[in-house]
T-cell receptor, first 116, second 116 residues
């Protein structure tokens, strides 16, 4: 079974600053995907960024980037130029496949507050 | 159309009621998922359907009964629920697995269920 650990229950950052959210995972699989999802108070789960385990290059999506350390099983999210709209719960998630269906395992989440 | 819709948005039911949650997508996805999310917790996978067949049941109590009548529709039938079943129920859909591909799960906005 896979486990995903987020050790920071809450974080705060000022607008325009940079913040890094931590995530570690444990798996015996070699082919998997990692994600960061954002869940604002509206409760809609929004995909922020993804990383394929077989790719060494770290993924980047505009202000969001990851630091993927496969050997250390670490997958952190960096948010640059933080904006008030980034305030949300952030979940790290691990995806593997069982048959033809994908299975997501989520971490416990980090609540990020962006302040003025 | 990249939207997953869920109805109703809110549902209040007694422990003796029978109710159903509905999820719909028109993206041609052949995998659909039910997740349960308690307050301040991550989503937990309940069921996965692949090609309209139940693929994964994460040992969910029988008072939750999923149904996938066609490739666009997913239902969750509820009967004799307990107050601890109160939660946000999220539906998601994705393509099914293809070799070396990643299949993003698209989430609906959820149904907030309260069991009295």
């Amino acid at each position: 079974a896979q486990t995903v650990t987020q050790s920071q229950p809450e974080m705060s950052v000022q607008e325009a600053e940079t913040v890094t959210l931590s995530c570690t995972y444990d798996t015996s699989e070699s082919n998997y995907y990692l994600f960061w999802y954002k869940q604002p108070p509206s409760r809609q789960m929004i995909l922020v960024i993804r990383q394929e385990a077989y790719k060494q290059q770290n993924a980047t999506e505009n202000r969001f980037s990851v630091n993927f350390q496969k050997a250390a099983k670490s997958f952190s999210l960096k948010i640059s130029d933080s904006q008030l709209g980034d305030t949300a719960m952030y979940f790290c998630a691990f995806m593997n496949y069982t048959g033809t269906a994908s299975k997501l395992t989520f971490g416990t989440g980090t609540r990020l507050q962006v302040t003025l | 159309d990249t939207e997953v819709t869920q109805t109703p948005k809110h549902l209040v039911m007694g422990m003796t009621n029978k109710k159903s949650l509905k999820c719909e997508q028109h993206m041609g996805h052949r995998a659909m998922y039910w997740y349960k999310q308690k307050a301040k917790k991550p989503p937990e996978l309940m069921f996965v359907y692949s090609y309209e067949k139940l693929s994964i049941n994460e040992s969910v109590p029988s008072r939750f009964s999923p149904e996938c009548p066609n490739s666009s529709l997913l239902n969750l039938h509820l009967h004799a629920l307990q107050p601890e079943d109160s939660a946000l129920y999220l539906c998601a859909s994705s393509q099914v697995k293809r070799a070396k591909s990643y299949n993003e799960q698209f989430f609906g906005p959820g149904t907030r269920l309260t069991v009295l």
